[in-house]
């Protein structure tokens, strides 16, 4: 088979992965010939899903002897399979890199053999990348669930990023959608890579020489909508792994029309609007001091798809506005709807000068029409009163949007 | 007025040293961009008279000044120099706070030029595509590229790091820069003719382009905010768009019936489940079973075969040519040698029950003949529930597997008929459950000799299910 028509079928396996970062991982590595890691990352291109190309995201082969029902190249679909070699990733990863086209490498796998073997084949190509290449780019590994933690361990010689799927929100939607995953396993080899982080990065303040591993930090992603699991779970799962698995990202994947899907999933895919909600309380979580709790509170226990889940809080909890955009403290001025945490920053620093009126707040990046319902400034914002109407929903609610429109409807016919 | 022509930014901040510590205010200066000085061209310092006093320790500005001050100084605007000297004049007249006040005017203007900087720069290192010529038998890498502002030389130290390795060019109209792996040089602008018109990885790089892009979302907004089309002509990407946009509903389409059509499972076929189930009621229900497309060709489908109590369970692969005729599993050739091994097994054909992983016979037509052939999982799949009602209905303990479509099905997708062969396994159906050899894989062994070492394997797997019992 042609190199392009393996990467044909590897890329289009691999595009149901959300992640596409390629930041965080610090000063690029010593001895490096091609490829820096420096700075942000770099989207490349983007394609008219409207997502980032950063990386070079494909599968090393789409053979796999797992039978994942949500997943399309598990053993009992009939999609097409190739299989790169090593030697073939590598080639094309510099290749590409060379024109400027990608960050790096994204590299996941079906599993073939047994889950060492096919970890194996992932290190080999990271290897040869690092050592023999001299590559200095991005590269993410996904790791192969199973394989054991001394694999892992290579892996993240070499490997700026690790991740682990946890696949599914919660131990029983795995075992009745990815029966051959276990969520134990999946947890513990996220330990260790947590663990192995830890060391290091202990070995390197005591002054040691300390090796890199996985400098950009492990993530994780969760598919969604293919089982009943509320986003109050999926959030809770969410921040239990921020918070002692020490993940740097959480990727929330709409289960999403996949060729040859199984009659065990719903037919229909929920609305990637609840993907892009579940992303907001995300943020709100990480940063912005939200709870799960304060966020999910309609009694089917998701969030609310019309409304961002900030407003969605801030229409629940009208007490607690308006805010004094000149007075109040840091944690409450988070809170407002319409207005990020830049521009917070940006507030607290200009305050400290003169005070704000309407005119300079909407000079920054906010949302004014969103926010103007729940602030005070030093002039006169007429905005306040629709804090006490009824319709405050009505009136603030963004129209809806043509595109988002067209996604739902998209999703709804399947 | 004074007037003052401003290559870059040392230049303006020299000459900006010197007018602030001669208290010259900002209304008193004009700058201007070299294409713009026309007559009144002063070069840059020539007009200092060097009798007025200059103090350049007398003033200090914040840090993020100069970094900011830097950053616009690569925006084409040409009003920036002016407006970078009357706030640096007022930070240093009273107002030294004024770099936190993002919503002053002058502040707000500069910050908005810092912004759209900072992000033609980050385009162009995304967006610059280096094309492979080959020169003196040494590889070159050349791009054309067309920023907004004068990103060049904030950017060119950037890619000298990052491709530090090879010898590259990056081409603009206003300026150009080349890297020979030691320092980097510039030159000036040229016309995009001048840039290699192509390169043969840019079809593998599109083949990419366009599968990693999943049909079933369409954002074009999205696409074209982060990728503004006025970069397009040098992206060798989006020449597919188009197409891509075209093929999409149909992908989608294609992805769903595809999907439906394995929605359909063999569950959808089974008898009423109101009453009672019955090897028969299945038998009669598997006719109408329309799971797979192999119904379509097939003569009819071949339920299992033997006594409800039986103990064993022997399961094939799929009906052959003339199970399918006669609607009854192994009587064929491969049924032959079946019947030939039990019976050197010491086990008598009707006590079992045969049956086969797949009901429906699959084949490939050869002029008059037809050709088995192998039923793909997608097909396994669909019919595994009839298997599992047979399995129901029987009392058996025993559950033998011909070959490793049988044995991938029943015991493990990884399940290896190599190494595995003859052991005892358990499976989801019982703990006593073995695979070995398919009597067709016998039959199709090229050497006599082949054929009687497999054989022999065969009995004796056979026979352990007895033995053992």
């Known amino acids: 088979m042609e190199t392009s028509e393996k990467l044909a079928i590897l890329a289009d396996a691999a595009k149901y992965d959300a992640s596409c970062a390629s930041s965080g991982s610090g000063k690029t590595r010593a001895g490096s010939q091609i490829g820096t890691t420096e700075g942000m990352g770099i989207c490349h291109s983007y394609t008219p899903d409207g997502r980032c190309i950063s990386l070079l995201k494909i599968l090393l082969t789409n053979y796999c002897i797992f039978d994942c029902r949500f997943c399309v190249n598990r053993i009992s679909s009939d999609t097409p399979r190739a299989r790169f070699t090593v030697d073939e990733v590598v080639k094309l990863t510099i290749e590409f890199y060379k024109r400027n086209y990608i960050e790096g490498l994204f590299l996941s796998s079906g599993i073939i053999q047994n889950p060492d073997y096919t970890m194996e084949q992932l290190v080999l190509v990271a290897k040869s990348l690092r050592q023999r290449e001299r590559f200095g780019g991005y590269i993410h590994l996904k790791t192969i669930p199973g394989a054991s933690q001394d694999l892992i361990d290579q892996a993240g010689m070499y490997a700026d990023r690790l991740s682990v799927n946890i696949e599914l929100p919660t131990d029983a939607d795995l075992r009745q959608l990815a029966p051959e995953k276990d969520g134990s396993q999946i947890r513990s080899a996220m330990d260790g890579i947590k663990t192995k982080i830890q060391e290091i990065r202990e070995d390197s303040r005591r002054g040691l020489a300390a090796p890199k591993f996985t400098p950009a930090g492990q993530s994780t992603q969760m598919i969604v909508g293919a089982t009943p699991t509320p986003d109050e779970e999926i959030l ?22 996949i060729p040859h899907a199984d009659a065990q999933l719903p037919g229909k895919s929920p609305p990637l609007v609840r993907e892009h909600r579940l992303y907001q309380a995300d943020w709100l979580l990480r940063f912005y001091g939200f709870e799960v709790n304060e966020l999910v509170v309609a009694d089917d226990r998701n969030l609310d798809l019309k409304i961002d889940p900030k407003f969605a809080w801030a229409l629940a909890n009208r007490h607690r506005f ?19 945490a830049r521009t917070v920053a940006r507030i607290l620093q200009i305050r400290k000068v003169r005070s704000l009126r309407i005119t300079d707040i909407k000079k920054l990046r906010v949302a004014w029409n969103r926010a103007k319902a729940f602030v005070i400034t030093s002039d006169y914002n007429p905005g306040v009163k629709l804090l006490e109407s009824p319709d405050l929903r009505q009136a603030l609610q963004p129209k809806p949007q043509q595109l988002m429109l067209f996604d739902t409807n998209q999703l709804t016919e399947f | 007025m004074l007037q003052f022509t401003i290559l870059n930014f040392e230049d303006w901040r020299s000459v900006a040293r010197d007018l602030r510590c001669r208290e010259i205010c900002p209304a008193d200066v004009q700058f201007l961009a070299p294409d713009e000085s ?44 002016g407006l970078l000297y009357r706030v640096l004049w007022r930070l240093t007249n009273h107002e030294p706070r004024l770099l936190q006040v993002a919503t002053d005017d002058d502040m707000h203007r500069l910050l908005m030029m810092e912004k759209a900087v900072r992000r033609d720069a980050h385009k162009m290192k995304a967006f610059v595509r280096f094309r492979e010529i080959i020169q003196n038998g040494e590889k070159h890498y050349i791009a054309w590229h067309r920023p907004d502002h004068f990103v060049l030389r904030k950017i060119a130290p950037f890619f000298s790091r990052r491709f530090k390795a090879m010898n590259w060019a990056i081409l603009t109209q206003d300026e150009s820069v080349a890297w020979n792996q030691r320092e980097l040089k510039y030159f000036q602008g040229v016309n995009r003719s001048e840039a290699p018109s192509s390169d043969d990885l840019e079809d593998l790089w599109r083949t990419y382009y366009a599968n990693i892009f999943n049909p079933a979302r369409v954002k074009i907004k999205a696409m074209k905010t982060e990728m503004p089309v006025r970069h397009w002509s040098t992206l060798p990407e989006t020449t597919i768009i188009d197409q891509m946009l075209k093929d999409a509903p149909a992908r989608v389409a294609d992805m769903i019936a595809r999907s439906e059509g394995f929605d359909q499972s063999a569950r959808d076929y089974m008898p009423d489940p109101s009453q009672p189930l019955t090897l028969p009621r299945l038998s009669d229900s598997i006719r109408q079973c329309r799971a797979c497309e192999l119904h379509c060709h097939a003569t009819q489908a071949v339920f299992g075969h033997g006594p409800v109590d039986a103990r064993i369970v022997i399961v094939g692969e799929q009906p052959g040519d003339q199970e399918d005729i006669e609607g009854k599993p192994f009587v064929g050739p491969a049924g032959e040698v079946l019947d030939h091994a039990l019976a050197e097994a010491g086990i008598d054909r009707s006590q079992v029950y045969v049956t086969n992983t797949v009901k429906h016979f699959k084949f490939d037509r050869n002029g008059n003949q037809r050709l088995h052939k192998k039923p793909n999982s997608r097909e396994v799949r669909a019919c595994l529930p009839w298997f599992e009602a047979e399995w129901a209905m029987l009392d058996a303990n025993t559950l033998i597997c011909l070959g490793a479509t049988a044995a991938t099905a029943l015991i493990s997708p990884g399940f290896r008929l190599q190494q595995q062969r003859g052991c005892w396994v358990e499976s989801k159906y019982t703990p006593r459950t073995i695979a070995t050899w398919h009597p067709s894989f016998i039959l199709r062994l090229p050497t006599q000799t082949q054929r009687e070492i497999r054989m022999a394997e065969l009995i004796a797997d056979l026979r352990k299910t007895v033995r053992s019992e």
Not at chain 2, 60 to 72: G, S
């Open chain 2, 38 to 81: 026309g007559l009144f061209c002063n070069a840059a310092s020539s007009v200092i008279s060097p009798s007025l006093p200059s103090n350049p320790t007398a003033f200090r500005v914040p840090k993020d000044f100069l970094t900011l001050a830097e950053d616009v100084g690569y925006h084409r605007a040409p009003e920036r120099w």
């Open chain 1, 322 to 340: 308006p805010i004094d955009v000149n007075k109040a403290p840091r944690e409450e001025l988070l809170r407002i709807p319409g207005i990020g």
């Open chain 1, 236 to 257: 809770k799962t969410a921040s239990q792994l921020y918070n002692t698995q020490k993940l740097r990202r959480v990727y929330y994947s709409a289960y999403s029309p």
